[in-house]
């Protein structure tokens, strides 16, 4: 079985300022893992996913994750918040196992202020 | 290209109420995924079908709840007998066959059971 822990349900950065979403996985196999944004009302969109290869993977809007498998974690970062970024954040987790369905974090929201 | 759509978006139900819900996958797409997103919390896996076959219903909460996918594209989502605790968003999620662990959501359907 695996799980997700995204540590921090609400994060609040300034525009401009360095944006850190935190993701710690839990696998007994090797992990595929995805995140998600979610804006109000509206369905999950994939930023990024890593399965196999490089790990820092690179994802849409400026945002990048890196695969540290010693520690098991998979931090979201973004270099400089932009006000369209506020929104919820999944975490997910998957395993060849599995047939790709999803084990989600229960979520970060991020806030941006001016 | 059309994305995964759900209907209705929005659904009131009394309490002992059926309901039933729908989702359209992206054409072509051979795997469907329906997820429930409580209040505040990650989505969870419900069920998974590979074309009309209904693979794994593990996440299922109980026997109200029904699922279906008679021709491999449109799917439904069947709640009986439906009962407060069911109250959350319902998302439905599509994969083609280049890439099994890219899951494209639909907006969700928002179940509210007064």
């Known amino acids: 079985a695996q799980s997700v822990t995204q540590l921090g349900s609400h994060v609040s950065v300034s525009e401009g300022a360095l944006v850190l979403l935190r993701c710690n996985y839990s696998?007994?196999?090797?992990?595929?893992l995805f995140w998600y944004v979610q804006y109000p009302n509206q369905g999950l969109q994939l930023l990024l996913k890593?399965?196999?290869?490089?790990?820092l993977v690179k994802g849409i809007n400026g945002f990048e994750a890196e695969f540290k498998k010693s520690e098991t974690s998979f931090h979201l970062t973004k270099p400089s918040a932009h006000m369209s970024d506020a929104a919820e954040y999944f975490c997910a987790v998957t395993t060849t196992g599995t047939a790709s369905k999803l084990t989600f974090g229960t979520g970060t929201r991020l806030q941006v202020t001016l | 290209g059309a994305g995964v759509s759900q209907s209705p978006r929005y659904k009131v139900a009394k309490r002992g109420q059926d309901v039933a819900l729908r989702c359209d996958p992206i054409?072509?797409?051979?795997?469907l995924f329906w997820y429930q997103q409580a209040l505040g919390q990650g989505p969870e896996f419900l069920t998974y079908f590979q074309n009309e076959a209904q693979l794994d219903k593990s996440g299922l909460p109980s026997d109200r709840f029904f699922a279906e996918r008679p021709e491999g594209s449109v799917s439904t989502l069947k709640i009986q007998r439906t009962q407060q605790e069911d109250s959350a968003v319902y998302l439905c999620a599509s994969t083609g066959q280049r890439d099994l662990y890219e899951q494209y959501f639909g907006p969700g359907t928002r179940l509210t059971v007064t």
């Open positions: 054409s072509g797409h051979v795997s």
């Open positions: 696998s007994s196999v090797p992990p595929y």
């Open positions: 890593y399965t196999t290869g490089a790990t």
